[in-house]
């Protein structure tokens, strides 16, 4: 629970707010390469913490980001011309470069006055499948963020995302939420059995327990946290999943070859961007990628038809009250657990049913929701460390992410479930800097 | 600003929009006012408050017979200057004598109905317009609603730069292969735009507001060099002439609240107006965007504002239509674009008066005095478009001797 002061601290991340000024101090992913693909294809809108830009991709297939409106007269530049290694505005003809560089105002006789101005423009990388972007004080640009997916080929991952209706914090409490797996997804978990899908063998083995011991620690991340189960038909040993929140807001999933990003479009939309990989196969061809993004509802039409894709989010029979959210109450009289599609779509009308922003001055957290109280706490201290003239968590000095992990497996009685994330470093207190990896702490 | 706009006659919705005697009421939106337009049985048009004054349901409901018009709920019955005639649950028979329902002065001249809103004791007299003197064939009136603040609008149509970029379809059809191609079309005002995007601009304070001189340089002529000018008068609060090879357009944006504007443009000449034409190439034709029947301009960003980008390789902007790309441009920067984020330039000068002379005219009406300019009968105002020599660029105000006339 938290007082609405709190939430409303955690939630917001509108230009000027305390935490999108701390999402402004990280690399956010603004959308998926694939979306410019190609030298001077279309230009794309993009929103990200509240704010609008155009991404466009010029001649030599850089990519660019700069503010929406064409900083003449504020024309979009969405309805721009992209061409000869530029974006032209059609209003006036001025034309801007990737960096934010006037190229050529035709309405301006002096030729220095080009030289004067700038358009503004956003460091940008690409990497992952995705093209991130930087939004906060030029002075202050982190180290980019070498995820181990980031510098894999496009075949040997698969890049998906989702566009939520509802604030981030929600989504980002679904993927720190082990004990709604057996509940929510109870179709989708049957079927897994069944599946000879690498992800679908990995969550299946959650189906033994519904009710595991969570236990969080913060870390120079974030936070990591085990869900912790007794081996099935076994007197000994643990079954571990640790799952790693990464600030601002990514997560690696214990799957171990699965992250997501869940980035803030505003206050009230989300985009959920999911990546899986794999260094020996080739995920991200067909067959595989198709049968994959299907078995969690991430494929284009699933996505399309349930408001969850930029096409369809704002459509007027999206998921709501009024339509029950597109529930299928007689699939739920013949067996299907929730009548909802899929995962993403389970857990989609579960975040966006709790309304746009939740709430938290009404809940009940219970021992189960560990990690969601963590969640709050880290998400929190970045705001307050960002208000508060510091860096928030994870940036001085900047952590190592290839060393951060989601991980399964098993630990004998007596061996700490820590030992399986060796690489991240414990913050064991959270007032002073005393740092332990995670290896030298206590048993179980 | 909404104090400087009641000082002005406005212009409220289209003659045919009232199409005949106890025609169909209409609802007008008018400087953030909700109101109902009628013609009454003897072709008299009214503007009352919508909202009837009994018990507040629209009169945009109402039965429109009798000379009056009639609330549904209680039967109340008014004239077109607001006096109640009836009162059919209220049998005293001085009641309807004190009550009355807010009415405004209405005009109806050149194809358009007006109104005037503001204080009793400072109504101006009636702004005669040329396109009132012409005749009803030679002239058509088009209404069109945008969802974006009327200053926006204002400035685009005032903006002389942006003629040969964003229009340059019509403006230099050989934008593509690079060479100026003048646009042989009779009707389309962009087509006298010529291959200078960098105008030099006089402007000139006058009776009715001020004129802008867009000097272009065109090569030589008879051994000397020639140079393009066009005179545009801004005319308060929110009006524009703009010259086409035969005609004239003249074009009011009219708020009707903070985020909608009413655009009015009259088109007329010396000759027949072809209305289904000026509406082609005002992009109008296309019903995905615009009916006549409502008048809204429907392009959103669901649908790219309209624009096509699979056709921009031949199309400049991709959009179909003069208006449609202005259009596109106001609606681009949101209901009111954020002034605070933009670099102007001097080609930009025009709009720079504009805002001058809004909120200076603000500033004077708040504090009890007047509007900075008031126009009266400009109907031999115009919006010349020649060439003249380079070294006589002065014979300039010839081609537009009446602007300056002065009433004091």
């Given amino acids: ?444 | 600003m909404g104090a400087v706009f009641r000082r002005f006659w406005l212009p409220v919705c289209t003659s045919e929009q009232l199409p005949k005697n106890d025609s169909d009421p209409l609802r007008v939106r008018l400087v953030g006012e909700n109101l109902v337009a009628f013609r009454d049985t003897k072709g008299a048009v009214g503007l009352l408050q919508e909202a009837c004054p009994h018990r507040g349901a629209s009169l945009a409901l109402g039965r429109v017979e009798e000379c009056g018009i009639r609330c549904l709920y209680h039967g109340w019955k008014f004239g077109v200057d607001g006096r109640v005639q009836e009162t059919p649950n209220y049998s005293g028979p001085a009641f309807k004598d004190r009550v009355k329902a807010r009415s405004y002065p209405v005009r109806e001249e050149g194809g358009l109905i007006w109104a005037y809103l503001g204080p009793q004791e400072k109504q101006p007299p009636f702004t005669r317009y040329a396109f009132m003197n012409a005749a009803q064939q030679n002239r058509t009136v088009i209404r069109i609603n945008v969802n974006a603040n009327y200053l926006q609008l204002v400035e685009g149509g005032f903006d002389s730069s942006h003629v040969g970029i964003l229009h340059s379809n019509v403006a230099r059809p050989g934008w593509l292969d690079a060479t100026f191609t003048p646009n042989p079309d009779r009707l389309n005002p962009a087509v006298l735009a010529v291959e200078d995007n960098d105008p030099k601009l006089i402007l000139e304070q006058t009776d009715f507001g001020f004129n802008y001189a867009a000097f272009r340089g065109v090569g030589k002529a008879n051994g000397s060099e020639q140079l393009n000018v066009r005179v545009v008068p801004y005319i308060m609060p929110s009006t524009r002439i703009i010259p086409a090879p035969t005609t004239l357009f003249t074009v009011f944006e009219t708020p009707a609240d903070d985020e909608n504007t009413s655009t009015f443009i009259v088109i007329h000449g010396s000759e027949p107006i072809d209305r289904a034409k000026n509406l082609a190439l005002l992009g109008l034709d296309d019903s995905r965007f615009y009916s006549e029947k409502d008048c809204v301009y429907r392009a959103t960003w669901s649908d790219q504002l309209g624009q096509d980008r699979s056709r921009m390789r031949e199309s400049w902007t991709g959009l179909g239509g003069i208006e449609q790309e202005d259009a596109a441009m106001s609606l681009s920067m949101g209901p009111i674009v954020d002034r605070t984020q933009e670099h102007l330039v001097p080609a930009d000068r025009a709009i720079v008066e504009i805002r001058r002379m809004l909120l200076r005219s603000a500033a004077d009406v708040e504090k009890g005095g007047d509007p900075v300019a008031m126009p009266g009968d400009i109907t031999d105002v115009g919006a010349p478009d020649a060439f003249v020599p380079a070294n006589a660029r002065d014979s300039w105000r010839d081609l537009a001797p009446n602007h300056w006339r002065t009433g004091t």
């Fill in chain 1, 1 to 444: 629970m938290l007082t609405r002061e709190e939430n409303e601290l955690m939630c917001r991340v509108g230009p000027g707010s305390a935490m999108g000024d701390a999402m402004r101090r990280y690399w956010l992913p603004a959308l998926h390469s694939s979306a410019l693909p190609h030298p001077d294809c279309d230009p794309q809108h993009v929103e990200l913490l509240g704010e609008h830009f155009v991404a466009f991709r010029d001649s030599n297939g850089k990519v660019g980001l700069l503010d929406e409106q064409c900083c003449h007269r504020g024309a979009s530049l969405l309805l721009g011309r992209v061409e000869e290694c530029g974006i032209r505005c059609v209003y006036h003809g001025w034309k801007f470069a990737v960096d934010g560089t006037v190229l050529d105002t035709p309405n301006v006789p002096d030729p220095k006055f080009k030289n004067r101005i700038r358009a503004r423009a956003y460091p940008v990388r690409e990497a992952g499948g995705l093209i991130w972007a930087y939004l906060g004080p030029a002075q202050k640009v982190p180290a980019f963020p070498e995820w181990p997916w980031t510098k894999l080929d496009a075949a040997h991952r698969i890049n998906a995302c989702a566009v939520v209706n509802c604030n981030y914090v929600q989504v980002v409490e679904g993927l720190v939420d082990s004990s709604h797996l057996n509940i929510l997804h109870d179709y989708g978990m049957q079927a897994t059995s069944a599946s000879a899908l690498t992800f679908a063998q990995k969550v299946g083995k959650m189906q033994i327990d519904a009710a595991p011991r969570i236990e969080a620690e913060d870390t120079e991340f974030g936070f990591h946290y085990a869900a912790l189960r007794r081996k099935a038909g076994e007197d000994t040993g643990t079954l571990v999943r640790i799952a790693a929140f990464v600030a601002p807001c990514f997560v690696a999933n214990p799957n171990g070859d699965l992250a997501f990003a869940v980035v803030p479009v505003n206050d009230t939309r989300t985009n959920f961007y999911h990546i899986w990989w794999d260094a020996e196969r080739r995920i991200g061809e067909e067959p595989l990628r198709s049968q994959q993004l299907k078995f969690v509802g991430l494929d284009d039409e699933a996505l399309d038809s349930y408001a969850l894709s930029t096409r369809t989010c704002d459509a007027p029979d999206r998921p709501c009250r009024e339509n029950r959210y597109q529930q299928n109450r007689d699939a739920m009289r013949t067996g299907h657990w929730t009548g909802l599609h899929s995962f993403t779509q389970e857990d989609a009308a579960v975040a966006v049913s709790a309304g746009g922003i939740r709430d938290r001055t009404k809940e009940m957290l219970s021992i189960a929701d560990v990690a969601i109280g963590r969640l709050y706490r880290v998400l929190l201290k970045c705001a307050r460390q960002v208000r508060e003239g510091r860096d928030p968590v994870g940036l001085v000095p900047p952590v190592d992410i290839s060393r951060v992990i989601g991980i399964e497996g098993t630990v004998p009685d007596g061996q700490p479930w820590q030992s399986l994330a060796p690489g991240h470093k414990r913050i064991v207190s959270a007032d002073t800097k005393v740092v332990a990896r995670s290896s030298d702490s206590a048993p179980v």
